[in-house]
């Protein structure tokens, strides 16, 4: 297989670097000074197996890389339709693109039957432009479950155990998705194929956004959020209004919430990607971690109120406290 990582932020070379040190064919598609570290010094990455340091074959230009028979989207969701379009080039009519990305997917809606078959998600992909860039059939749903800050460009530490979780939109089980998998595996990244895809997102949906927004507020970090005596009623409200939509979708989340905030807080003294993102003066990703599912929780008149008034909260701090003092 030849692999692209497009997009070079903490979860793409944590993958690239797995990937890379496994044997595989990766190329990354990086720009600025991240590109410039790769080509001189590789992507090294520090995880409970060890430090790697692993040369790839880096570029900014698609057309330079050529066609890939597998590419992992791994930007944040604001940058989703530009580097959608950068990625044309690299396309071929059997290319399985998998979208790392955080949030409700654009393609939610699409693959399945069902009461908002085919809908865009309007915070998302109002115009439906994102779907437009890329057919279904290159599409393999995915939700990363991987705890990665970046220390320097193409220098990573990941301090909890790497999961990936893989399916079709289509629920189907197939060959390529299990081909797909078995090469992840062999990266010694957990991998597992699931014939619902969204139930799993949802785990992912709820997690980020019961912990990201918050984290932006009061620059708690993981263990914080999920086990501050003070945090956690409103933690717990925000996941109970995700757990109703959720249901109202037809998904199921696989821990009762006692077990979901302690796995959360087990997760350590981590500062979610939203507060890594709002440090370095990024944009926030607010309309996939968020807007997106009180969109979702209003098409079926699910009430998520403390969401609503979190990421009230978190919109004016991002707007107007770019960079907030520190407390004395």
Not at 10 to 34: F, K, M, P, Y
Not at 89 to 103: D, Q, R, S, W
């Amino acid at each position: 297989m030849k692999i692209c990582i497009a997009g070079a932020g903490a979860i793409g070379c944590t993958i690239a670097a797995r990937l890379a040190h496994s044997g595989q064919d990766v190329n990354v598609l990086a720009r600025g000074e991240t590109l410039a570290a790769i080509k001189k010094e590789g992507i090294k990455l520090t995880d409970l197996d060890g430090d790697y340091q692993v040369p790839v074959n880096a570029s900014e230009s698609a057309e330079e890389l050529g066609p890939q028979d597998l590419i992992f989207i791994c930007t944040k969701a604001p940058a989703l339709p530009v580097m959608l379009e950068k990625i044309q080039p690299m396309l071929h009519e059997k290319t399985i693109v998998i979208p790392a990305v955080n949030g409700i997917p654009w393609w939610y809606f699409q693959g399945i039957e069902g009461r908002f078959s085919g809908e865009n998600i309007q915070s998302i992909d109002p115009e439906g432009s994102v779907s437009k860039l890329l057919p279904h059939k290159h599409l393999i749903g995915c939700v990363v479950f991987i705890t990665a800050s970046r220390q320097a460009p193409a220098v990573v530490k990941a301090t909890n155990p790497h999961l990936i979780v893989l399916g079709e939109i289509t629920n189907e089980m197939t060959e390529r998705l299990e081909s797909v998998r078995h090469v992840i595996e062999l990266a010694g990244i957990e991998a597992r194929a699931t014939d619902n895809i969204r139930d799993q997102l949802w785990t992912k949906v709820a997690a980020n956004i019961t912990s990201n927004p918050l984290s932006v507020v009061t620059k708690g970090t993981l263990e914080q959020v999920y086990a501050d005596d003070r945090l956690k009623p409103l933690v717990r409200q925000m996941l109970d209004e995700v757990l109703l939509t959720a249901a109202a979708y037809g998904a199921r989340i696989r821990f009762d919430p006692h077990t979901f905030m302690e796995l959360g807080a087990g997760m350590g003294a981590v500062k979610t990607s939203m507060l890594q993102d709002f440090e370095a003066g990024q944009p926030l990703e607010l309309s996939a971690i968020g807007h997106s599912v009180i969109e979702l929780a209003n098409k079926v008149g699910t009430p998520m109120v403390a969401t609503q008034n979190l990421l009230n909260v978190t919109e004016f701090i991002a707007t107007h406290h770019t960079h907030l003092p520190k407390a004395s």
